[in-house]
Nanobody, 120 residues
């Protein structure tokens, strides 16, 4: 079992940067792949980025490439999503997830989400 808690969301203006954090507890976090997803208002949940257990394998959604960076610190049982040049379309609840492999779809463990609102 892995418990995940996101933090770092908030209300920001267009163009700024924001870093989300995901604190993990429970079973060995370092053995799990980790990912970020988001759910914009009135839309389905979207894959954002994923990273392998050792941090060397990353995948990004097309909208995230070049603006978002996923990373992790296994010594701290933490994952991060750095988001640059935020746009109103990035407004969503952001979730971190952990699972057995890097995937755009299926993860076993999920956090409760953190709201990011980007004002124009």
């Amino acid at each position: 079992q892995v418990q995940l808690v996101e933090s770092g969301g908030g209300l920001v203006q267009t163009g700024v940067s924001l870093t989300l954090s995901c604190a993990a507890s429970g079973s060995a976090f370092s053995t799990y792949a980790m990912a970020w997803f988001r759910q914009p208002p009135d839309r389905e949940r979207q894959f954002v980025a994923a990273i392998g257990s050792l941090g060397s394998n990353t995948r990004y959604a097309d909208f995230a490439k070049g603006r978002f960076t996923i990373s992790r610190d296994n010594a701290k049982n933490a994952g991060y999503l750095q988001m640059n040049n935020l746009k109103p379309d990035d407004t969503a609840v952001y979730y971190c997830a952990a699972g057995l492999r890097v995937s755009k779809f299926s993860y076993e463990y999920w956090g409760q989400g953190t709201q990011v609102t980007v004002s124009s």
